[in-house]
């Protein structure tokens, strides 16, 4: 079997979820033998190790459809010697050429749409004009590549079933094609990873097992801001304590504009060694991730599980699916600073309970949460379309 693996997002070039993922499952197939050839977004057009990497104007949100148009072009050419059996596209794409071949994409963002309805219901009042201005440009521009991709997937993967039924609902596709498979981790290399020797601690002088971590997009959904108040309210009590805020983002400036009045919150900007992400998350006390509005399958909750850490998150359909409160972490009201602050200081005032949150946080990834399984269950989506 030869897979054509399309995706904008690949390592180096990691912005979020995505391009996790798509290292991940390619490592997974590489494993399991199967012929993979990646065509992604980098600075110089060349070919190597079955990678082919496209330089297209980088603007922001429009950059995707420069890119599939020449990711396309690229298939046609590499097709030619690999024949593929089938194109894997890691995302939504404006597909207005059909590239004969079974098509499997997948879809790890709520429609546009839908995130549209859900940011000015809650975050409107946040929202600058320019945030607005940009969410009703991006919104009939994003919904075209939502429906374009399912429309032209013979199989669509999503990692959840609430966004299955979003799927469906908005991108007008069939229950058949569409399969849950959810993100996983490769609990095997992440247990082989040697921090030895990192001196991030150190560097920002970040107190092992006495602070907080978030780990993700510095966006205004991600709700970063209300961490923020929470943890101000957490220090009357916890003076001593630190938050560390690993990520970058178009709401970064504004975030350490509200911090820069409380101390302990330390800003370590985008995180890409896995020596140094490995590192965080075992020396935090627990993982927080105070989404406003919508997610997923956040790839920071299942980390932070697999590394024995409980997890704080907002209570909204995506993080509620990983987290059951009081047993592997805790669920706060979205957007309430204050109940954010109690969950956090009865977090770091019971660290056996930590203890054993985190403990059973490990035990849900490996039973359900693994690489292997996520591999094992595209492949089967694969076999349904060339048996």
């Known amino acids: 079997m030869r897979i054509c693996f399309i995706s904008f997002e690949y390592p180096p070039k990691i912005i979020g979820g995505m391009g996790t993922y798509a290292e991940q499952l390619i490592e997974g197939l590489e494993e399991k033998g199967i012929d993979t050839y990646v065509i992604t977004f980098g600075d110089k057009n060349y070919y190597d190790k079955k990678v082919c990497r496209i330089s297209v104007p980088n603007v922001l949100y429009w950059r995707r459809l420069f890119f599939i148009s020449s990711a396309f072009d690229s298939f046609r050419i590499i097709n030619k010697k690999f024949k593929?059996?089938?194109?894997?596209?890691?995302?939504?794409?404006?597909?207005v050429r059909s590239p004969r071949l079974p098509v499997v994409s997948t879809l790890h963002a709520l429609p546009n749409f839908r995130q549209a309805r859900l940011a000015l219901k809650f975050l409107r009042s946040h929202m600058t004009r320019g945030d607005i201005a940009y969410l009703l440009l991006k919104n009939p521009v994003g919904s075209i590549f939502d429906v374009t991709t399912a429309q032209a997937s013979d199989r669509i993967i999503c990692p959840s079933p609430g966004l299955a039924r979003d799927i469906m609902s908005y991108c007008f596709a069939q229950r058949q094609k569409i399969r849950v498979i959810q993100?996983?981790?490769?609990?095997?290399?992440?247990?082989?990873?040697?921090?030895?020797?990192?001196?991030?601690?150190?560097?920002?002088?970040?107190?092992?097992?006495?602070?907080?971590?978030?780990?993700?997009?510095?966006?205004?959904?991600?709700?970063?801001?209300?961490?923020?108040?929470?943890?101000?309210?957490?220090q009357k009590r916890h003076p001593?304590?630190?938050?560390?805020?690993?990520?970058n983002g178009e709401f970064e400036q504004h975030l350490r504009k509200l911090a820069s009045k409380t101390k302990n919150i330390i800003f370590l900007?985008?995180?890409?060694?896995?020596?140094?992400?490995?590192?965080?998350?075992?020396?935090?006390?627990?993982?927080?991730?105070?989404?406003?509005?919508?997610?997923?399958?956040?790839?920071?909750?299942?980390?932070?599980?697999?590394?024995?850490?409980?997890?704080?998150?907002?209570?909204?359909?995506?993080?509620?699916?990983?987290?059951?409160?009081?047993?592997?972490?805790?669920?706060?009201?979205?957007?309430?600073?204050?109940?954010?602050?109690?969950?956090?200081?009865?977090?770091?005032?019971?660290?056996?309970?930590?203890r054993k949150m985190g403990q059973l946080g490990r035990r849900m990834v490996e039973s359900e949460y693994t690489v292997s399984t996520m591999v094992d269950k595209t492949l089967k989506t694969y076999k349904s379309l060339l048996c």
Do not use: W
């Open 84 to 95: 593929f059996d089938l194109i894997h596209l890691n995302g939504t794409y404006p597909i």
């Open 183 to 234: 993100n996983g981790i490769n609990l095997k290399k992440l247990d082989e990873t040697e921090c030895s020797g990192v001196s991030l601690l150190d560097d920002y002088h970040i107190q092992k097992d006495n602070f907080l971590l978030y780990m993700g997009r510095l966006s205004l959904i991600k709700g970063v801001q209300y961490l923020i108040e929470a943890f101000r309210i957490v």
């Open 240 to 247: 001593n304590l630190q938050l560390v805020i690993a990520g």
């Open 269 to 354: 900007g985008y995180v890409e060694s896995i020596k140094e992400k490995k590192l965080l998350y075992n020396a935090c006390i627990g993982v927080v991730l105070p989404s406003s509005a919508y997610e997923v399958l956040p790839m920071t909750i299942l980390e932070g599980m697999a590394n024995c850490k409980p997890i704080i998150a907002s209570d909204i359909e995506g993080n509620a699916f990983l987290v059951k409160h009081g047993k592997n972490g805790f669920l706060s009201k979205p957007r309430d600073p204050e109940d954010l602050a109690n969950l956090i200081n009865l977090l770091c005032e019971d660290r056996v309970l930590a």
